[in-house]
């Protein structure tokens, strides 16, 4: 069974930036399409960024299109979050998900991003 683990997390500053690491274990994530989600305080766990297994598409929720970047090194059987511009509504646990067959059904224990004011 394929083992994601997240790092990278952190306490930042409004402006500030974060880069997010998914790396996978036991496995190969190459063939995946792989996302980044978030949880808030109280909030449902939310979509922020997926990537396509060769990592030609991409997609953002609206709210951060144009800070975060999602990219993949298929070679190092990772995924990656770059952070930038941070809000304080960025604060949330980060999650990173394979998508095996139509939904993501694995995922990764989370790490914790807090941007303050």
């Known amino acids: 069974q394929v083992q994601l683990v997240e790092s990278g997390g952190g306490s930042v500053q409004a402006g500030g930036s974060l880069r997010l690491s998914c790396a996978a274990s036991?496995?190969?994530?190459?063939?995946?399409?792989m996302g980044w989600f978030r949880q808030a305080p109280g909030k449902e766990r939310a979509f922020v960024a997926d990537i396509s297994w060769g990592g030609g598409s991409t997609d953002y929720a609206d709210s951060v299109k144009g800070r975060f970047t999602i990219s993949r090194d298929n070679a190092k059987n990772s995924v990656y979050l770059q952070m930038n511009s941070l809000k304080p509504e960025d604060t949330a646990v980060y999650y990173c998900?394979?998508?095996?067959?139509?939904?993501?059904?694995?995922w990764g224990q989370g790490t914790q991003v807090t941007v303050s004011s």
């Open positions: 036991r496995g190969t994530i190459k063939m995946y399409r």
């Open positions: 998900a394979a998508r095996r067959v139509n939904t993501y059904d694995l």
